[in-house]
């Protein structure tokens, strides 16, 4: 069953993919619970949500609907090479590099966090994450149209409700983990359990590049 | 980089106070003269079930004897866990050793063993003009986002001074920290307000002012510095001018609260040229609102005691009377307690700062003094000279160390005789009250003592981005 090009299975690997990048500590909730903390009431916490999830949307989108675009010009398999070139390249660099966004402001409003969550959002590769999934549901959708020739890319509605998507999980696995973080369980727990991301991170790109070479 | 965030990094200031009893102190130890000594980092083990406690078990000598250590500080600290540009992968692992004498930085390495430390970079002092145009690197302290570190002077060794930024994990020096520093000249320490992106900023003297000691004539011109600067951490600019008058010279030690939540801190006045007092201000933001300004007000004043004349360096017979000249302030990481040094009178005192507004002298010791030679309790016969100077604080707030040298042109002006070294540690009570550990005592044999540090952190090292909320 599909809707506007999406399958339940890729609603689904978007859904995982919205709450793996809600849980990483570095893009989104902890700044959220950071926030409360310093003006003492949680609905600091949530008001940080709202802006958080919007850049975190922003930088879905952006590379979605930009793929979208690119694929009415260029034939899919051009810009299946091109993202496997990227999401390697980002991984290896996730992974052997220690490069970060600068940032220093910790006095943000609505539009300097939802900038700020663009931002890390896109310089980890988030946006191109997602791609494979839709790419794959293309692929699926030729086959089953017997149309592999005519295939678009992705389309651009295809594209906004996957990022719909997406985010709403985000925004799920970001809400529920600040919320346990500020109001039941504090940050000690933070010490001991924040395994380094950036690795974990970098590895899940260079294995989302390799998968999207076999789409 | 690591799998794990590094054990020593905290959240908050209150977390951090539940950290275990540090087992070594980093010293810095000046070469004076020329006595073909060189510059060293010591290790003296802390650990009281040691055989070796409060004894010098490690020391790497520099290659040279010219640089004047002063501030050093850690690559990385609990900066590093901080929500806006979090990386809490890095190590505490490397010392970063400014020295203000020659412009030179060394870096340290006490992971492969910390009692021998290892210096694997030396940046010359041709790189460090070339690369940030000031000279006389001073203090160091880690940020959210990398290495900061103040300096005294400009290339030519006049003013500005100012703030240079260094990479954390490659040491490289990246140049000039401000955007716009306004009317800001002299520099000294910094520190900031991590929750309100402000950075604070004192003045001591440029380089010039200072290198041949402490100069009469821009002291009684009221030419050292006299003001603090206030500056927006995230823009590099300068915000805010606090002026503390003139009278009230060298402005030094910044105290920042270590709650993030919290707008104010303590900074020591050396001298007030009215009546040779020393003061400790309280800076804060007026009205507490987002757009009030900043202000500071003196809520200390030390006064300078009287002393017969021969007792006196010539600098200070003609005064009759012995200043306490205040050199280093220290806060615990609850904001409660705040550490005085006298370096001119020997004394320490403890402070109950719980109402920053009206602190509370709550303990007294004394150990050396220009006048006093205060004794320690371990050797009650032997007169000790140099005085209470940087102090160091562990973070569960339980144990000060301090030294005794403060600045070899002024250890001579003010100690003619010669400084000779120690280190002492005090006991402090939960509810406030201090005393000296007699078990404690430690001497260096020609090498001068400076700034402290301690393993795994203390309550200057680290900044803190979550508040306990108290």
């Given at each position: 069953?599909?809707h506007?090009?999406?399958?339940?299975?890729?609603?689904?690997?978007?859904l995982l993919?919205?709450?793996?990048?809600?849980?990483?500590?570095?893009?989104g909730w902890?700044?959220?619970?950071a926030?409360?903390?310093?003006?003492?009431?949680?609905?600091?916490?949530?008001?940080?949500?709202v802006?958080?999830?919007?850049?975190h949307?922003?930088a879905?989108?952006?590379?979605?609907?930009?793929?979208?675009l690119?694929g009415?010009?260029?034939?899919?398999?051009?810009?299946?090479?091109?993202?496997?070139?990227l999401?390697?390249?980002?991984?290896?660099?996730?992974?052997?590099?220690?490069?970060?966004?600068?940032?220093v402001?910790?006095?943000?409003?609505?539009?300097?966090?939802t900038?700020?969550?663009?931002?890390?959002?896109?310089?980890?590769?988030?946006?191109?994450?997602?791609l494979?999934?839709?790419?794959g549901?293309s692929?699926?959708?030729?086959?089953?149209?017997?149309?592999?020739?005519?295939?678009?890319?992705v389309?651009?509605?295809?594209?906004?409700l996957?990022?719909?998507?997406?985010?709403?999980a985000?925004?799920?696995?970001?809400?529920?983990?600040?919320?346990?973080i500020?109001?039941?369980?504090?940050?000690?727990?933070l010490?001991?359990?924040w395994?380094?991301?950036?690795?974990?991170?970098?590895?899940?790109?260079?294995?989302t590049?390799?998968?999207?070479?076999?789409? | 980089?690591?799998?794990?965030?590094?054990?020593?990094?905290y959240?908050?200031?209150g977390?951090?106070?539940?950290?275990?009893?540090?087992?070594?102190?980093?010293?810095?130890?000046?070469?004076?003269?020329?006595?073909?000594?060189?510059?060293?980092?010591?290790?003296?083990?802390?650990?009281?079930s040691?055989?070796?406690?409060?004894?010098l078990v490690?020391?790497?000598?520099?290659?040279?004897?010219?640089?004047?250590?002063h501030?050093?500080?850690?690559?990385?600290?609990?900066?590093?866990?901080?929500?806006?540009?979090?990386?809490?992968?890095?190590?505490?692992?490397?010392l970063?050793?400014?020295?203000?004498?020659?412009?030179?930085?060394?870096?340290?390495?006490?992971?492969?063993?910390?009692?021998?430390?290892?210096?694997?970079?030396?940046?010359?002092?041709?790189?460090?003009?070339?690369?940030?145009?000031y000279?006389?690197?001073?203090?160091?302290?880690?940020?959210?986002?990398?290495?900061?570190?103040?300096?005294?002077?400009?290339?030519?060794?006049?003013?500005?001074?100012?703030?240079?930024?260094?990479d954390?994990?490659?040491?490289?020096?990246?140049?000039?920290?401000?955007?716009?520093?306004?009317p800001?000249?002299?520099?000294?320490?910094?520190?900031?307000?991590?929750?309100?992106?402000?950075m604070?900023t004192?003045?001591?003297?440029?380089?010039?002012?200072?290198?041949?000691?402490?100069?009469?004539?821009?002291?009684l011109?009221?030419?050292?510095?006299?003001?603090?600067?206030?500056?927006?951490?995230?823009?590099?600019r300068?915000?805010?001018?606090?002026?503390?008058?003139?009278e009230?010279?060298?402005?030094?030690?910044l105290?920042p609260?270590?709650?993030?939540?919290?707008?104010?801190?303590?900074?020591?006045?050396?001298?007030?040229?009215?009546d040779?007092?020393?003061?400790?201000?309280?800076?804060?933001r007026?009205?507490?609102?987002?757009?009030?300004?900043?202000?500071?007000?003196?809520?200390?004043e030390?006064?300078?005691?009287?002393?017969e004349?021969?007792?006196?360096?010539?600098?200070l017979?003609?005064?009759?009377?012995?200043?306490?000249?205040v050199?280093?302030?220290?806060?615990?990481?609850d904001?409660?307690?705040?550490?005085?040094?006298?370096?001119?009178?020997?004394?320490?005192?403890?402070?109950?700062?719980?109402?920053?507004?009206?602190?509370?002298?709550?303990?007294?010791?004394h150990?050396?003094?220009?006048?006093?030679?205060?004794?320690?309790?371990?050797?009650?016969?032997?007169?000790l000279?140099?005085?209470?100077?940087?102090?160091?604080?562990?973070?569960?707030?339980?144990?000060?160390?301090?030294?005794?040298?403060?600045y070899?042109?002024?250890?001579?002006?003010?100690?003619?005789?010669?400084?000779?070294?120690?280190?002492?540690?005090?006991?402090?009570?939960?509810?406030?009250?201090?005393?000296?550990?007699?078990?404690?005592f430690?001497?260096?044999?020609?090498?001068?003592?400076?700034?402290?540090?301690?393993?795994?952190?203390?309550?200057?090292?680290?900044?803190?981005?979550?508040?306990d909320?108290?």
């Amino acid at each position: 069953m599909t809707h506007a090009g999406l399958t339940s299975t890729m609603v689904g690997l978007l859904l995982l993919l919205g709450a793996y990048h809600g849980i990483n500590p570095g893009m989104g909730w902890l700044f959220a619970v950071a926030l409360g903390m310093q003006e003492q009431k949680g609905s600091a916490v949530a008001r940080a949500l709202v802006p958080i999830a919007l850049g975190h949307a922003l930088a879905i989108g952006t590379v979605v609907l930009a793929a979208a675009l690119l694929g009415t010009a260029l034939p899919r398999d051009v810009i299946r090479y091109a993202v496997a070139a990227l999401l390697v390249g980002l991984g290896i660099h996730c992974l052997v590099g220690h490069w970060h966004p600068r940032w220093v402001r910790m006095q943000v409003g609505f539009r300097d966090l939802t900038v700020w969550s663009f931002l890390m959002a896109s310089a980890h590769g988030a946006g191109l994450m997602v791609l494979p999934v839709l790419l794959g549901s293309s692929t699926v959708e030729a086959a089953v149209a017997g149309h592999h020739h005519i295939a678009a890319t992705v389309s651009p509605l295809a594209g906004i409700l996957a990022t719909l998507v997406h985010t709403t999980a985000y925004l799920a696995v970001i809400g529920l983990l600040a919320w346990i973080i500020y109001r039941k369980v504090g940050l000690s727990l933070l010490r001991k359990t924040w395994f380094n991301f950036n690795l974990v991170w970098g590895a899940a790109l260079v294995a989302t590049g390799l998968f999207t070479l076999l789409l | 980089m690591s799998l794990m965030p590094d054990p020593t990094f905290y959240p908050s200031p209150g977390m951090a106070m539940q950290a275990p009893p540090e087992r070594l102190a980093y010293v810095s130890l000046l070469n004076v003269g020329s006595n073909g000594q060189r510059d060293a980092m010591g290790v003296i083990d802390l650990d009281p079930s040691s055989s070796e406690y409060g004894r010098l078990v490690g020391q790497v000598d520099f290659p040279r004897g010219d640089n004047e250590l002063h501030h050093f500080g850690w690559n990385a600290c609990s900066a590093c866990l901080c929500p806006q540009s979090a990386h809490p992968h890095m190590e505490r692992r490397y010392l970063i050793v400014p020295g203000i004498g020659s412009s030179r930085i060394h870096i340290l390495d006490t992971k492969p063993n910390p009692k021998q430390p290892k210096i694997v970079k030396v940046i010359e002092p041709e790189e460090f003009i070339r690369k940030t145009g000031y000279t006389s690197p001073h203090t160091i302290h880690c940020g959210p986002d990398g290495v900061y570190g103040s300096a005294l002077g400009s290339a030519s060794g006049d003013g500005p001074g100012g703030i240079f930024l260094m990479d954390a994990n490659t040491f490289e020096l990246k140049g000039q920290w401000e955007q716009d520093r306004g009317p800001q000249q002299l520099a000294y320490d910094f520190w900031w307000h991590l929750g309100h992106d402000t950075m604070v900023t004192s003045e001591w003297g440029t380089p010039n002012m200072v290198k041949n000691g402490l100069n009469p004539e821009l002291l009684l011109g009221g030419k050292y510095g006299h003001k603090m600067h206030i500056f927006d951490l995230d823009k590099r600019r300068h915000v805010q001018e606090l002026e503390l008058g003139a009278e009230q010279q060298m402005v030094l030690e910044l105290r920042p609260a270590h709650d993030p939540k919290k707008t104010y801190g303590f900074v020591g006045v050396v001298i007030s040229l009215k009546d040779l007092s020393s003061s400790i201000w309280m800076w804060y933001r007026e009205n507490a609102g987002k757009n009030g300004k900043w202000a500071a007000r003196k809520v200390i004043e030390i006064p300078a005691e009287p002393a017969e004349p021969e007792k006196l360096p010539p600098l200070l017979q003609g005064f009759k009377a012995v200043p306490p000249l205040v050199s280093d302030i220290n806060l615990s990481l609850d904001d409660r307690f705040l550490y005085v040094s006298c370096w001119g009178t020997g004394e320490f005192i403890q402070y109950d700062v719980s109402d920053p507004a009206n602190p509370k002298k709550t303990g007294s010791i004394h150990v050396g003094g220009i006048v006093r030679r205060a004794a320690h309790p371990s050797k009650p016969k032997q007169s000790l000279n140099g005085g209470p100077q940087m102090v160091e604080l562990s973070r569960d707030g339980k144990r000060v160390y301090f030294t005794n040298s403060l600045y070899s042109p002024w250890d001579e002006q003010f100690y003619p005789d010669g400084v000779k070294s120690w280190m002492v540690k005090i006991d402090a009570h939960p509810n406030g009250g201090i005393n000296l550990d007699k078990q404690f005592f430690v001497e260096f044999d020609g090498l001068r003592a400076h700034q402290v540090r301690l393993e795994g952190g203390d309550a200057s090292s680290d900044s803190y981005c979550y508040s306990d909320g108290k």
